[in-house]
């Protein structure tokens, strides 16, 4: 069976600074990877998306993921947070195409920005 | 291009009494499933479908039903509301795509009170 860690449940962080969001995920066979942003009050939107392509994957708004097989991880990453980011993240694995690509996600994190 | 249209947007049950949450998607997906989304628990897949006619339970599948008579509908029906069905529901759709697993699109939510 496939599962999704977010470490930290929220995070706060100061304008400009860093954003780094932590995933690890579980999956018997290659795994496809997503994040998904979630405004308030809205359905979630893909940041990006990991297909095997690349290990480094650029996605909207200045995210990037890099996806580490050794560590079984697929944290996301945003050099300087602007107040726009303010959101909750979602990681998230797909299953096989026979079960119509169905998603596990991660419990989320709830990003905070400090002016 | 209107994507996935849930409705209705909000909606407050009695215990016991019963409803349908409508999707309709008009990207001509032949995947789409059901997830409710739950503080601190991410969004947890209820049933998804891979066609017209074919449908399968998901992770929590107890206490609803769906059926898939066109590509574009898949509702959500509660048999006998519960207040432990409180929650967010979201429907999704996506395509096979013909290598690399697809993102999928949301729409934008029903929130669900049973009292």
């Known amino acids: 069976a496939q599962s999704v860690t977010q470490l930290g449940s929220h995070v706060s962080v100061s304008e400009g600074a860093l954003v780094l969001l932590r995933c690890n995920y579980s999956?018997?066979?290659?795994?496809?990877l997503f994040w998904y942003v979630q405004y308030p009050n809205q359905g979630l939107q893909l940041l990006l998306k990991?297909?095997?392509?690349?290990?480094l994957v650029k996605g909207i708004n200045g995210f990037e993921a890099e996806f580490k097989k050794s560590e079984t991880s697929f944290h996301l990453t945003k050099p300087s947070a602007h107040m726009s980011d303010a959101a909750e993240y979602f990681c998230a694995v797909s299953g096989p195409k026979a079960a119509g690509n169905k998603l596990t996600f991660g419990g989320g994190t709830r990003v905070l920005v400090k002016p | 291009n209107a994507g996935v249209t849930q409705t209705p947007k909000f909606q407050v049950l009695k215990t016991g009494q019963s409803m349908t949450l409508q999707c309709a998607q008009d990207m001509n997906h032949e995947y789409m499933s059901w997830y409710r989304q739950d503080p601190g628990m991410g969004l947890r897949l209820i049933h998804y479908s891979v066609g017209a006619g074919i449908t399968d339970q998901g992770e929590v599948p107890n206490g609803y039903n769906v059926s898939r008579s066109t590509t574009e509908d898949f509702p959500l029906r509660l048999l006998s509301a519960a207040p432990s069905q409180t929650s967010v529901y979201f429907c999704?759709?996506?395509?096979?795509?013909?290598?690399?697993?697809?993102?999928?699109?949301f729409g934008q939510g029903t929130r669900l009170t049973v009292v």
């Open positions: 999704a759709s996506s395509s096979p795509g013909t290598g690399a697993r697809t993102e999928a699109f």
């Open positions: 999956s018997s066979v290659p795994p496809y």
């Open positions: 990991y297909t095997s392509a690349a290990t």
